[in-house]
T-cell receptor, first 112, second 115 residues
């Protein structure tokens, strides 16, 4: 079993929809949780990060962490065609060599 | 300023040949990572360099893989006797300092195809 599980999609939604992307994990040592966005033929770019449990909002994006369920989510409101990309979750413990563990990524298509 | 630069952007090689992939991190970034991205596998950690500390090589899949970082800057990932299963995108990332919440800056990757 992988340390981080993520549905690869693809997920197709109409423009303006609310998108929910999720990851589950098994390592309770993970304390930092990140979402990266990757456009085709590009490297991933950091979108948001949260520490421990709770919510964080940035514009149309909201990240949620539920450590008791080992479950994290990224919500995208009013989705746009420019949001079409692969979204990867990533996690790290608070100590050690900071080896970020990534999910497989979910491919999202927002249809105009 | 310039971002993380990787070369070549594409590499086609024959099974059994050796290949070298290069990464130029952002100037001043002390941490450097190599990841491999295959279809359906996500980003697979390979190796992590931090300053003058011994690298974390725990993700290297076999002894055919090695990496070095010279002068705390440029890094080279070498794959010896390439196999078809080595075909993937190899991504390099750097961050200003080590830490669990540091932003990783990725290059665009090297697409390796082993025929």
């Amino acid at each position: 079993q992988k340390e981080v599980e993520q549905d690869p999609g693809p997920l197709s939604v109409p423009e303006g929809a609310i998108v929910s992307l999720n990851c589950t994990y098994s390592n309770s040592a993970f304390q930092y949780f990140m979402w990266y966005r990757q456009y085709s033929r590009k490297g991933p770019e950091l979108l948001m990060y949260t520490y421990s449990s709770g919510n964080k909002e940035d514009g149309r994006f909201t990240a949620q962490v539920d450590k008791s369920s080992k479950y994290i989510s990224l919500f995208i409101r009013d989705s746009q065609p420019s949001d079409s990309a692969t979204y990867l979750c990533a996690m790290s413990p608070t100590s050690g060599t900071y080896k970020y563990i990534f999910g497989t990524g979910t491919r999202l298509k927002v249809l105009a | 300023g310039a971002g993380v630069s990787q070369s070549p952007s594409n590499k086609v090689t024959e099974k059994g040949k050796d290949v070298e992939l290069r990464c130029d991190p952002i100037s001043g970034h002390t941490a450097l990572y190599w990841y491999r991205q295959s279809l359906g596998q996500g980003l697979e950690f390979l190796i992590y360099f931090q300053g003058n500390s011994a690298p974390d090589k725990s993700g290297l899949p076999s002894d055919r893989f090695s990496a070095e970082r010279t002068g705390g800057s440029v890094s080279t990932l070498t794959i010896q006797r390439t196999q078809q299963e080595d075909s993937a995108v190899y991504l390099c990332a750097s961050s200003p300092r080590p830490g669990p919440n540091e932003k990783l800056f990725f290059g665009s990757g090297t697409q390796l195809s082993v025929l």
